[in-house]
Every structure is written in C-alpha cells, then in structure tokens.
C-alpha cells in the first residue's frame, strides 16, 4: 500500500530522475575505485569531488525552487540555511581533530588556542558525536526558517520586501560570523579537517561515499518534493502562488503554507551544505554572502522554476561553465553570469526545461492539426496523401 501511494505522487519524471541519480551513485564511485588510473572509464579522484559539489549545489536549487517556483516565495537567503547546515558539520570535524591539530590542543580547535580561548564555548559541545552534529543539520536552519517565516509570513510581509528580509538575514549572519569573538573562526572559518567517523577524509573510499550520499539525498529530495506538490497541498502552495488572495477567502491559511514549505525546504539546504563541507574541506563566512543566494536563484530560472528537473539541470550548467570560465575568463565571469539572468527573464520565462516543453508541445500541436486535417480529407472522399502536397508548378509557355 505505502509502495501504492508513492508512485501514486509521483509523476514519471521524477522516477527518472530518481533512478538516474541512482546510477550515478553507484557507476561514478565504482569507476573511480575499481578502474585503474590510465584506463579507459576512470573517473579521477578531483572529478569526484567536483561532480559532489554540483550535486550539493543542485539540491540547495531544488531546496529553493520548492518555496519559490511553486508557492511564489523569492527567497534571497537560502545561502544562510545551507552556510548553517555546513557550520554544523565543520564544527564535528574540528572536533574530530584532537590533539592532531597545530597546536596540539585535544579540545580546543586550533583557532581558538590561537584567540586565547581557556575553554570550549557552550554551544561547542555535543559536536563531538556524530549524532548530534546530525540533528544540529537539520534543527539549526530548521528553527531559524521557522522563527522567520512565523513573523514574516504571520505580518503578511510579500514580494520584494519579502526577498529584501530573506537577503538582509543572511547579511546579518555573514557579519556575525565574520567576528573572531562569535567562536566560529571568523575571517577563516573551519579547516583543516582530518576524518569523519574514523575515515581519513581525503581517502579516495571516503570521498567517493561521500559522493554517492550526495546523489542519494539529492534522489530522496527529488521523492520528497514531488511528492508534496503531485499532493493536495502540493495544489494549495501552487494557489497561494497564483492567487493568495481567493486562497484565503476559500478559507486556507496561505501562512502556514508558506511556512511549512519554508521549513522543509531549509532543512533541505542545510542538508545539501552538511555534505558540502567535506567534499570541499571549507567552510567561512562567504558562504552566507548575498551573492551565494543570487546565484543559486540564477540556477532555478535558468533550469526552470516550478520544475522538478530544471533547478538541477540548472545548478549543474551553470556550475559547470563557471568552473570552466572562471579559469579561462574569470575577469569576464560574473559580467556573462548577470547577462545569462537577464537573458533567461527576458526570453526563457520558463528556463530550459520549458523551452524543451514548448518546443515538444509545438511538434505536437503541428501534428494534431495534420491529422485533423487528413482526416476531415478522409470524410470528404479526398486522398489524405494530397493535403499537405504542394501544388505542381504550371509549365511554362
């Protein structure tokens, strides 16, 4: 039954999408450890790490699309819920560091013997368990999209003013953390990691795990969203977007709504930088920099808002041609970055996933009209094959 209702919201994209990362999660990390560097099929070690992060990334543009193609909410700070979920994680590596560290310490991360810190801050303790850090992940930016969207969304705050509050609190994190006094590392952050649950973390076996988690969570969250908007309320958070309005009147409550899909989806991103972290052996305040957020809604339109495919073709493109032009162009990369979004709000409303559906309804409609208009031929007792023939030319005298 529970098998049933599964496929029963889900639409066959998305158990394709499903399947495919799947695949991936198995095929990359085998062809990484068990094909010998030099031979055909080998994925290099950098290229795992690489292909990881696009997929963290794609899942911070799903996280986002799920509040802002399909409830209308342009979040411009879900940088901060995936920075959060990434602090929470780098904080159990440190502590994972010991004695190994530069200065020796086997409770003090390295930055804070260095700041003069006598003891472990408070808030510090219980990320040298595993389980723990993993229920900071989700609770940390679970709580703070709450808190937010409770007021913000309970005020009736909307549009533009809406985006503004989203960007304005992940600039006042960004400056928080940037403060060698909040006991996050300011300026540098948390590096230097050493292992996660006793596996050298530069290993090749660890960092092709982590990858395969990172297609494996992005598939769940794949299942998870389409199952919430192929759902009843799925139907609720697309009218809230369409109409908020008339959705009141007919007696929904758009807030909660909003809030719930706000929730979700911040736990969301702090999962994908929870994952982000390891693979990239970093994390610093830029993480929250307003520009993180743009971008990652550049990566929706691009893909397509309202999709479920779209965010991660996008995040994966646009990443890709970033990791390429920031080396061949890097003066010239935001400058095409900002042309790429106004190219797409102006021609591709729908991104490339609705290009391609426009284009598919296009091919149909031409071969609807076809067959109506052979068939409407058939009933008047005209050759079919002459109707869509050209007239022979007349000779010439």
């Not at 695949?23 to 094909?35: C, E, G, T």
């Not at 533009?160 to 960004?174: D, E, K, P």
């Not at 990443?319 to 591709?348: H, I, M, Q, R």
Request: net charge positive; aromatic share 14%.
């Amino acid at each position: 039954m529970i098998t049933q209702m599964l496929f029963r919201a889900l639409d066959r994209k998305a158990i394709w999408l499903v399947g495919i990362l799947v695949a991936i999660a198995i095929a990359i990390p085998a062809l990484n450890l068990l094909v010998p560097p030099g031979q055909f099929g080998h994925v290099p070690g950098y290229a795992v790490t690489l292909f990881g992060k696009y997929l963290c990334y794609a899942m911070l543009a799903l996280a986002l699309d799920l509040v802002w193609g399909y409830v209308g909410i342009l979040s411009l700070g879900h940088g901060a819920f995936f920075a959060l979920g990434g602090y929470a994680m780098g904080m159990y590596l440190m502590r994972q560091i010991g004695a190994r560290g530069v200065y020796a310490n086997p409770i003090l991360p390295d930055f804070m013997v260095f700041l003069n810190y006598k003891d472990l801050p408070w808030y510090w303790h219980g990320f040298d368990l595993f389980w723990f850090a993993m229920i900071m992940v989700v609770l940390v930016p679970g709580v703070l999209a709450f808190v937010f969207g409770w007021f913000a969304f309970r005020s009736r705050v909307t549009g533009v003013y809406l985006s503004i509050i989203t960007q304005a609190m992940t600039f006042a994190l960004l400056l928080a953390f940037f403060r060698n006094d909040f006991g996050f590392g300011g300026n540098n952050g948390l590096t230097d990691f050493k292992d996660i649950l006793g596996f050298s973390i530069q290993a090749p076996a660890t960092r092709a795990t982590l990858f395969a988690l990172s297609a494996l969570f992005l598939a769940l969250f794949v299942l998870i969203c389409s199952m919430i908007v192929n759902s009843k309320l799925g139907k609720v958070m697309v009218a809230v977007r369409d109409a908020e309005s008339r959705t009141r009147f007919l007696g929904w409550r758009p807030e909660n709504v909003k809030l719930f899909a706000f929730t979700v989806s911040a736990v969301m991103a702090g999962i994908a930088g929870a994952l982000y972290v390891p693979q990239v052996g970093i994390i610093n305040p830029g993480e929250f920099a307003p520009e993180n957020s743009i971008e990652a809604v550049i990566w929706v339109a691009v893909g397509g808002r309202g999709t479920i495919i779209g965010p991660i073709i996008g995040a994966i493109l646009v990443n890709v041609g970033k990791s390429y032009f920031t080396g061949a162009l890097p003066e010239y990369w935001l400058f095409a970055l900002g042309g790429l979004f106004v190219f797409v709000t102006l021609f591709l409303p729908k991104g490339l996933v609705g290009l391609v559906g426009q284009i598919r309804s296009g091919t149909t409609r031409r071969n609807s009209t076809r067959l109506d208009r052979q068939s409407a031929a058939a009933e008047a007792g005209e050759e079919p094959s002459t109707i869509d023939a050209k007239p022979a030319p007349e000779p010439a005298e």
